[in-house]
């Protein structure tokens, strides 16, 4: 069984349950906390932590860890809140612009939810892509060789774009998205170039060009990148 400190520590943490010190006392707020938390689960509500209300709470924090690591956290799912899964949560908050508490309301865990959703799809959605629109990824060739856009971008890539800009919190410049297979020739680009096919970018930070160390820097340590490079007035970056 948890120690009443850690049931405490969850129980705060997914869903204001418990709003009291986290001092180990099993005292009037604890057994409240229980209770509460027990009806919302459809357990029997008598304010007692037993064995099926302790797998009913693991689940729930495992849960919310699940939905963190899909939305750029690296927990560990154990159940378990400590320091990481909350400054994983606090993180998350700030990112979305919600009050950095800590504390994960259902209406958090629903946003959660849906941004898993939306991240699962592989078809970019425009209308929901934050900083960027899908003319700035337009084909160098203006429209000369082909219709401006000869492959659907890759979500991945777009997302990583996304995160990037949040992340300096400055403006993300792409100097060259989509390639046609002429204009990718004219350009000098290697045969098989990621850029035919929406799954790369050359890009700088809130400049008309900057081989910019930190951006590269920062793309080099993200997992869905295959590739980065950088010393030609931009950052390339593709994604897997």
Not at 81 to 91: D, E, N, P, R
Request: with cysteine.
């Amino acid at each position: 069984m948890l120690s009443v400190k850690q049931v405490q520590l969850n129980l705060r943490h997914i869903g204001y349950y418990y709003k009291g010190a986290i001092d180990g006392i099993e005292g009037r707020l604890t057994k409240a906390a229980y209770r509460s938390f027990q009806q919302d689960s459809k357990l029997v509500v008598d304010g007692i932590y037993g064995k099926k209300t302790e797998q009913a709470l693991i689940q729930m924090c495992k849960d919310m860890q699940t939905a963190l690591n899909k939305n750029g956290a690296a927990l560990t799912v154990d159940g378990i809140v400590g320091s990481k899964t909350i400054a994983a949560i606090k993180k998350y908050q700030s990112t979305h612009g919600l009050k950095a508490d800590g504390i994960i309301s259902q209406s958090i865990m629903d946003k959660l939810n849906a941004d898993i959703a939306q991240s699962t799809s592989t078809t970019v959605i425009w209308d929901k892509v934050k900083y960027f629109k899908k003319t700035e990824f337009e084909c160098g060739c203006h429209r000369q060789y082909c219709n401006g856009y000869p492959a659907e971008m890759n979500k991945t890539l777009i997302d990583l774009l996304v995160r990037a800009r949040e992340h300096f919190g400055l403006p993300i410049l792409i100097t060259s998205g989509l390639r046609c297979v002429k204009q990718n020739k004219i350009v000098g680009g290697i045969p098989n170039s990621k850029h035919m096919y929406g799954k790369a970018a050359d890009c700088s930070l809130n400049s008309s060009s900057s081989n910019d160390p930190k951006l590269y820097a920062w793309f080099k340590k993200q997992p869905e990148v295959s590739y980065t490079y950088t010393g030609f007035g931009a950052v390339h970056v593709d994604v897997k």
